[in-house]
C-alpha cells in the first residue's frame, strides 16, 4: 500500500480534463507536484471540479479569517477526524501560512489541549464542538464564539470549513488516500519553505 494513491482509480495530470488540468497544473507549478487528491478525485471531473469551487471559496477569501486560520481550522477539524491525508496536507500549509513550524503537529496530535490565544482557541473549540458531535452543536458554542470576538461571518467561515473538511475526511478514509511525501518536509524548515 506504500506506493497505491488510493482505493479506487487515479488520474495523471495529463488526463484531466483541458479546465482542470489548468486548474490543477497551477496548483503542481507552485507547490512542485500533484497532490494526491486531485489524482484520486479526478476519475470523476464533476466531483473534483465542485470540490474545488467549494474549498477554493471557503479558504482563498481574503474576508474575515486569515488564511493561517481558516488552516487552523482543517487541521483541527483533521485531527478531531483522524484524516491523515488531510492533516499532513493541510498540516504543511498551516505551518507555512501560520509561520510556525510546530502548530500543526500540535493541533492535529490533540486539538482539544493544544496552547492557542484567546482567538484560536475559540476557532479550535468551535470546529471541534461542530466536528465532534454536531447533533449537540447550539447557541452555547455560538455565544463562546462572540464572547471571544469572532464575527458572525467568522463563525459562519469556522462551520463551513469544518462541514467541508467533516466531507474531505471522509473521502479521505473511503479511498485510503495516501498523502504525498512532499508535504512532510513543507514548512519545517520556514528559511526554505514553499509559499502557498
Not at 470523476?44 to 474576508?63: G, Q, V
Not at 489541549?113 to 466536528?131: K, M, N, P, Y
Not at 471522509?170 to 519553505?193: C, I, K, Q, V, W
Request: glycine content about 8%; aromatic content about 6%; some cysteine.
Amino acid at each position: 500500500m506504500a506506493d497505491k494513491v488510493s482505493r479506487f482509480a487515479t488520474v495523471e495530470l495529463e488526463e484531466l480534463p483541458e479546465d482542470l488540468r489548468e486548474r490543477v497544473g497551477a496548483i503542481a507549478e507552485k507547490s512542485g507536484f500533484v497532490p494526491n487528491i486531485f489524482r484520486a478525485l479526478g476519475h470523476r471531473p464533476a466531483e473534483l471540479r465542485a470540490f474545488l469551487d467549494y474549498h477554493d471559496a471557503l479558504m482563498d477569501s481574503s474576508e474575515g479569517l486569515s488564511k493561517a486560520e481558516r488552516e487552523l481550522v482543517g487541521v483541527a477539524t483533521s485531527g478531531a477526524n483522524h484524516c491523515t491525508y488531510c492533516v499532513v496536507a493541510h498540516g504543511a500549509i498551516l505551518r507555512i501560512r501560520a509561520k510556525d513550524p510546530e502548530l500543526a503537529d500540535r493541533v492535529s496530535s490533540n486539538p482539544w489541549q493544544v496552547e492557542l490565544d484567546e482567538r484560536g482557541r475559540a476557532i479550535v473549540d468551535l470546529a471541534l464542538a461542530l466536528a465532534h458531535d454536531s447533533a449537540g452543536f447550539g447557541e452555547d458554542n455560538l455565544a463562546a464564539a462572540r464572547e471571544a470576538g469572532l464575527s458572525e461571518d467568522e463563525i459562519w467561515d469556522v462551520g463551513a470549513i469544518t462541514a467541508l473538511f467533516a466531507m474531505s475526511n471522509r473521502l479521505a478514509h473511503l479511498t485510503a488516500l495516501a498523502p504525498n511525501p512532499e508535504f512532510y518536509g513543507m514548512g519545517r524548515d520556514l528559511r526554505g519553505s514553499v509559499s502557498c
